[in-house]
C-alpha cells in the first residue's frame, strides 16, 4: 500500500511540471485557428475545426492527393516564451491510428516550420514531443539548418500529410510545455 501511494505521489508530481499553453473548452474560439489545406496550392483537400459539446477540439476532413494536394492543416498564432526548463511540447489527443505532424514556429515571418510527428492510438493520450527534435521544413521538404532554438514560440500548428487519399479526425483537449 505504501508502494502505491509513493507511486500516485510521483505521477502527481510528474504531472504538475506541464504548463498549458492553449486549452480547448467549450468557450473556445476556433476563429483564432487558421485553416490552411493544400487548396493554397490547387489542391482540394477539406478540413474543418469546431469544439465539441464535451470542449474538445475536433479537427476533421478529408485529404485528396488530387492536383498535387495531399494535406491538410490548423495553425495558432501566438506568443509563448520559452524558458530553459521547458524541454518538452505536451499534446492530450485522442486520434484516429494516424500519424499528425506538430509544427512550431519561432516567428510567424520564417518560412520554415519545425515538425515533429506523432502517431495517435485511437485513445486518450498525452503525447510528449521533445523541443530540441522538431526539425526545419519547407514545402515538405527538410532542410539543412539548426532544429528549432528559438526562445519564442510566435505559431503552432496541427498537419495531416501521409502521402494518402484519407478521412481523419483528431480530437484535441490541451497543449502544454513541460
Given at each position: 500500500m505504501k508502494l502505491l501511494f509513493t507511486l500516485f505521489l510521483l505521477v502527481i508530481a510528474v504531472?504538475?511540471?506541464?504548463?498549458?499553453?492553449?486549452?480547448?473548452?467549450?468557450?473556445?474560439?476556433?476563429?483564432?485557428?487558421?485553416?490552411?489545406?493544400?487548396?493554397?496550392?490547387?489542391?482540394?483537400?477539406?478540413?474543418?475545426l469546431v469544439v465539441t459539446e464535451e470542449g474538445h477540439g475536433h479537427f476533421s476532413g478529408q485529404v485528396s492527393l488530387e492536383n498535387n494536394?495531399?494535406?491538410?492543416?490548423?495553425?495558432?498564432?501566438?506568443?509563448?516564451?520559452?524558458?530553459?526548463?521547458?524541454?518538452?511540447?505536451?499534446?492530450?489527443?485522442?486520434?484516429d491510428g494516424r500519424q499528425y505532424e506538430f509544427r512550431l514556429k519561432g516567428a510567424v515571418s520564417q518560412y520554415e516550420s519545425y515538425v515533429h510527428r506523432f502517431n495517435t492510438s485511437g485513445e486518450w493520450e498525452e503525447i510528449?514531443?521533445?523541443?530540441?527534435?522538431?526539425?526545419?521544413?519547407?514545402?515538405?521538404?527538410n532542410l539543412n539548418i539548426p532544429n528549432f532554438n528559438f526562445e519564442n514560440i510566435e505559431q503552432m500548428s496541427f498537419l495531416i500529410a501521409n502521402k494518402k487519399n484519407e478521412a481523419f479526425d483528431l480530437l484535441i483537449d490541451w497543449i502544454g510545455i513541460a
Open positions: 504531472g504538475t511540471d506541464t504548463e498549458t499553453i492553449y486549452d480547448f473548452s467549450k468557450q473556445s474560439d476556433v476563429k483564432e485557428w487558421n485553416l490552411v489545406n493544400d487548396d493554397v496550392m490547387g489542391g482540394i483537400s477539406k478540413s474543418s494536394g495531399g494535406f491538410a492543416s490548423i495553425q495558432l498564432n501566438t506568443k509563448i516564451k520559452l524558458v530553459e526548463k521547458n524541454k518538452f511540447i505536451v499534446l492530450r489527443v485522442k486520434g510528449k514531443l521533445e523541443i530540441d527534435d522538431f526539425y526545419p521544413q519547407f514545402r515538405g521538404r
